[in-house]
């Protein structure tokens, strides 16, 4: 199970000494095709790195051959030389493939502002191409930085699948999550297409994850599709299969959220309008009081309220309706059943909120707020 799944897709991992520990921290993902449609989504922070700056550009014609990928550094806020060792590394790979440069997406992961070795790099993707086989399993490893185990998946179509990878652990918010993801298809899919999968996608499962509130310079999706199962599923039955794919790999990222006790689904119910129903969700998705109440195991839902009235959405704030793991504690902004009767030590916890303004609803992924969180963000540069 993993992103050589799909026909006509090869994978490869090396340890190229970014990471002091000498662990595996590159990867190397190519689309053999027949075909070589892609598409890609990136983080929309307004500060982004060399890798981002410079894969925008890759994608804007819809054909990617290959990914590459490192983790030990983010390559962000590193100058120009930054952005020349990112170009170097893609020319490399494309020299490898017999490509050019311009169809290589690039992606790094780690500390901002470290230099990235760019001959450490170069010396990487020489050992890449020459193990490019079934290593995915492989490549999901290389890219982890703070994770503590790798994300994959595989779904399967009526004679195609699609499979992914996904690293990400902390500073998982919109939009994207701090993240990596390689998503591959052996499905004949053309680029408009991918896009349109793509962005219905990642926009109700990576854009609905929001661990912790912090939004990374970094973050890259990108899908390729070979074409080498020469199957053409149509568009609702292959975005359908990519949703599962990426709700899938966004659970497990929340699963891996540094130090987290609860993974918390928070699930707005009748509201105007969908983008209402993620506005007020993100709200409590978003409150340090909420998310610290839930690691003590305090079902307080007045800062459920409290979070919600601090949005934009629709409502009636003397008629709101609030549930903790099924249990109605607040009808009608008022208490309702005793808190006592919510048990909070499972490490799956729901709050459905009843908005009563119209008929859309949303949910949004978080996590409570634990000491293992602060302590490990407080060193992680050290």
Same mark, same amino acid.
């Given at each position: 199970?993993?992103?050589?799944?799909?026909?006509?897709?090869?994978?490869?991992?090396?340890?190229?000494?970014? !990471?002091?520990?000498?662990?595996?921290?590159?990867?190397?993902?190519?689309?053999?095709?027949?075909?070589?449609?892609?598409?890609? =989504? /990136?983080?929309?922070?307004?500060?982004?790195?060399?890798?981002?700056?410079? &894969?925008?550009?890759?994608? !804007?014609?819809?054909?990617?051959?290959?990914?590459?990928?490192?983790?030990?550094?983010?390559?962000?806020?590193?100058?120009?030389?930054? /952005?020349? $060792?990112?170009?170097?590394?893609?020319?490399?790979?494309?020299?490898?493939?017999?490509?050019?440069?311009?169809?290589?997406?690039?992606? *790094?992961?780690?500390?901002?502002?470290?230099?990235?070795?760019?001959?450490?790099?170069?010396?990487?993707?020489? =050992?890449?191409?020459?193990?490019?086989?079934?290593?995915?399993?492989?490549?999901?490893?290389?890219?982890?930085?703070?994770?503590?185990?790798?994300?994959?998946?595989?779904?399967?179509?009526?004679?195609?699948?699609?499979?992914?990878?996904?690293?990400?652990?902390?500073?998982?918010?919109?939009?994207?999550?701090?993240?990596?993801?390689?998503?591959?298809?052996?499905?004949?899919?053309?680029?408009?297409?991918? %896009?349109?999968?793509?962005?219905?996608?990642?926009?109700?499962?990576?854009? #609905?994850?929001? *661990?912790?509130?912090?939004?990374?310079?970094?973050? $890259?999706?990108?899908?390729?599709?070979?074409?080498?199962?020469?199957? $053409?599923?149509?568009?609702?039955?292959?975005?359908?299969?990519?949703?599962?794919?990426?709700?899938?790999?966004?659970?497990?990222?929340?699963? %891996?959220?540094?130090?987290?006790?609860?993974?918390?689904?928070?699930? =707005?119910?009748?509201?105007?309008?969908?983008?209402?129903?993620?506005?007020?969700? #993100?709200?409590?998705?978003?409150?340090?009081?909420?998310?610290?109440?839930? /690691?003590? !195991?305090?079902?307080?839902?007045? #800062? =459920?309220?409290?979070?919600?009235?601090?949005?934009?959405?629709?409502?009636?704030?003397?008629?709101?309706?609030?549930?903790?793991?099924?249990?109605?504690?607040? #009808?009608?902004?008022?208490?309702?059943?005793?808190?006592?009767?919510?048990?909070?030590?499972?490490?799956?916890?729901?709050?459905?909120?009843?908005?009563?303004?119209?008929?859309?609803?949303?949910?949004?992924?978080?996590?409570?707020?634990?000491?293992?969180?602060?302590?490990?963000? &407080?060193?992680?540069?050290?």
């Amino acid at each position: 199970m993993s992103i050589t799944t799909p026909a006509g897709f090869r994978a490869a991992a090396t340890a190229a000494g970014l !990471k002091s520990t000498g662990a595996t921290d590159m990867a190397l993902v190519v689309n053999d095709g027949p075909t070589h449609a892609s598409a890609s =989504v /990136f983080t929309s922070n307004r500060c982004k790195a060399n890798p981002v700056l410079w &894969s925008q550009e890759v994608v !804007k014609d819809g054909t990617v051959r290959a990914v590459v990928l490192n983790s030990g550094g983010a390559n962000c806020y590193t100058g120009a030389e930054g /952005f020349q $060792t990112t170009h170097a590394v893609a020319e490399r790979v494309a020299e490898k493939l017999g490509a050019g440069a311009i169809d290589i997406v690039v992606c *790094s992961t780690g500390l901002i502002g470290l230099t990235n070795p760019r001959q450490n790099l170069l010396d990487g993707v020489d =050992v890449l191409a020459d193990g490019l086989g079934e290593h995915g399993n492989a490549a999901a490893e290389a890219i982890m930085t703070t994770d503590s185990v790798s994300k994959q998946v595989v779904v399967e179509g009526p004679g195609w699948s699609i499979g992914g990878m996904a690293k990400g652990a902390g500073m998982l918010a919109p939009q994207l999550a701090t993240m990596l993801v390689v998503l591959t298809t052996d499905a004949v899919v053309g680029p408009d297409d991918c %896009d349109t999968a793509l962005r219905a996608a990642t926009r109700v499962s990576f854009d #609905r994850l929001d *661990s912790d509130g912090c939004m990374s310079t970094n973050d $890259t999706v990108t899908l390729m599709a070979s074409g080498a199962s020469g199957i $053409t599923p149509s568009l609702e039955d292959f975005t359908e299969a990519l949703q599962r794919a990426c709700v899938d790999l966004a659970m497990q990222l929340l699963a %891996d959220a540094e130090g987290a006790d609860h993974e918390i689904a928070i699930t =707005v119910l009748n509201a105007v309008t969908e983008d209402e129903a993620v506005e007020a969700a #993100r709200s409590v998705a978003r409150s340090n009081l909420f998310k610290a109440a839930v /690691f003590g !195991k305090d079902p307080n839902w007045g #800062r =459920v309220l409290a979070s919600l009235g601090t949005t934009d959405a629709t409502f009636d704030p003397a008629d709101l309706d609030v549930a903790m793991n099924g249990v109605w504690v607040c #009808r009608s902004s008022t208490p309702h059943e005793p808190p006592d009767k919510v048990d909070l030590t499972a490490r799956d916890v729901s709050v459905t909120i009843d908005l009563k303004a119209g008929d859309a609803r949303a949910t949004v992924w978080t996590n409570d707020l634990t000491h293992a969180y602060v302590h490990e963000n &407080s060193a992680y540069s050290s």
